[in-house]
């Protein structure tokens, strides 16, 4: 029985590292001011908080966006958006937003968000199975979203492509580093 235990524990530890090596998860408290006449946090902000796990991806994963803009010398602007919504969130709540790529390639990159409301966040008793996302099997799912971003040249916003960016700090191609990130 003691075994059986334990190789439970190894396969959900397995699971969260792996989970861990590619998924940034950003804790977001709500403030007072992102909250509409309903009380609950305007539709428009979910975009903020998206941008925030984002950046917080590259730093956790890659290098910093500012590092990525001014060492590098490239953008990824946003060319489009969507989001849904399941619950609502309210001024104190706390936000955790899961964000992965779901898809890459040289010239572009589409990034997904989870936002679950956890009153005491556990990450061992997250089960998602982000390889075949079911969006009604998330427990306190607030929000999904993706937004696509390509990458351009910051003097002249000519397309990029990144399989020629170099990464010191990684000792790696960004493209190869952005690969091994998909779910």
Request: charged share 25%.
């Amino acid at each position: 029985m003691e075994e059986t235990v334990i190789a439970v524990a190894l396969v959900n530890v397995n699971k969260i590292m792996n989970l861990f090596e590619k998924v940034a998860i950003t804790k977001i408290y709500v403030r007072y001011y992102e909250t509409d006449r309903m009380k609950i946090v305007h539709h428009s902000n979910h975009f903020r908080y998206f941008e925030l796990a984002r950046c917080e991806f590259f730093t956790q994963k890659v290098v910093g966006y500012s590092i990525l803009e001014d060492k590098y010398g490239f953008l990824s602007p946003l060319v489009s958006s969507s989001a849904k919504f399941f619950k609502p969130l309210k001024f104190e709540d706390y936000l955790y937003l899961l964000c992965f790529i779901r898809d890459f390639s040289v010239v572009k990159v589409i990034f997904e968000y989870l936002g679950i409301l956890f009153e005491n966040f556990e990450i061992d008793k997250l089960e998602i199975d982000l390889k075949n996302l079911n969006l009604k099997k998330i427990k306190n799912l607030v929000c999904w979203g993706q937004t696509e971003h390509v990458f351009v040249d910051k003097d002249n916003f000519h397309p990029l492509r990144i399989n020629r960016v170099f990464i010191e700090e990684k000792q790696e191609n960004l493209a190869n580093l952005l690969s091994k990130l998909v779910f």
